[in-house]
Structure formats: structure tokens, C-alpha cells
């Protein structure tokens, strides 16, 4: 099945299954999505659609083997992952549900400068400026 065909990583795959609501991945900071390997559990045909503000897509995904999907998207605060597919399943599957395995999911936090940082950064700018305009003759 996916469940051990999708996993990339080993011990941190995660798996978000039957017929639960989409999972959402926010943050209060921006990051950026970079990209995860998607798989689909039991069911043969599955879709994987993906949504962040105005940027989606939709993604096949097979239970045989791993999905890499890059995105690169920036400046993210809040990802839905949405499963749906076909009524075949896996055949010792009790269950068809859209069980979504995820897996090395790569996300870039972006960091901020504090404004402690930004304003002594300015002070030493002025400092500079004042600096040279003394030794520049009138």
C-alpha cells in the first residue's frame, strides 16, 4: 500500500486519512512552500489539490510510489491539502477513503529583521553621511 510505498523518510510521513476535513498548514510569519512527496494509501487514481491565497494545483498521485510536487510558492501563511479520487481501492483496504501520505515536506522560513536591528543600522547610515559631508571642503 502507500502507507509504506509513499514514505520517504521513514518516521516522519505524514498521513492525513479517512475522510477527515482538508489539512491546513498556516503560519503567522510567511514561509515559503517549497515542495513534499505526495502519495495516496489505497486508492487508485487520487488526486491531490493544493491551495495557498491565488495559487493552486492539482496533483495525480498513485499508491506505487512517491509524487515529488515543487511549488516554490513565497510568502505563504496558510496551505490546504484537499484529497479526493476514485472508488477503487487498494484490495486489502477496509476503507476507501483518500488517505493522503505526505512526506519531506521543505519549507523555508523567511526571517525577519527586528526593528532594534533596522534602526541601529540606520543610525550608523546617518553616522556615515555625516561623517563625510565634515571632510568634504566647502
Not at 526571517?111 to 555625516?130: C, K, N, Q, Y
Request: charged share 10%.
Amino acid at each position: 500500500s502507500g502507507m509504506v510505498n509513499g514514505t520517504v523518510s521513514g518516521e516522519y510521513a505524514a498521513f492525513a486519512s479517512y475522510g477527515n476535513p482538508p489539512n491546513v498548514i498556516s503560519s503567522e510569519t510567511p514561509f515559503d512552500l517549497v515542495g513534499m512527496y505526495l502519495t495516496s494509501a489505497f486508492t487508485v487514481g487520487m488526486n491531490v489539490s493544493i491551495y495557498s491565497g491565488s495559487q493552486s494545483i492539482s496533483v495525480p498521485v498513485s499508491f506505487h510510489t512517491p509524487t515529488y510536487v515543487e511549488l516554490n510558492w513565497l510568502d505563504v501563511t496558510s496551505v490546504v491539502f484537499s484529497a479526493t479520487g476514485s472508488d477503487w481501492c487498494y484490495p486489502t483496504s477496509y476503507s476507501c477513503q483518500q488517505t493522503l501520505v505526505m512526506d519531506s515536506l521543505v519549507i523555508d522560513h523567511r526571517s525577519v529583521p527586528e526593528p532594534g536591528t533596522l534602526a541601529l543600522f540606520g543610525i550608523g547610515l546617518l553616522g556615515m553621511a555625516s561623517a563625510r559631508r565634515r571632510r568634504q571642503p566647502s
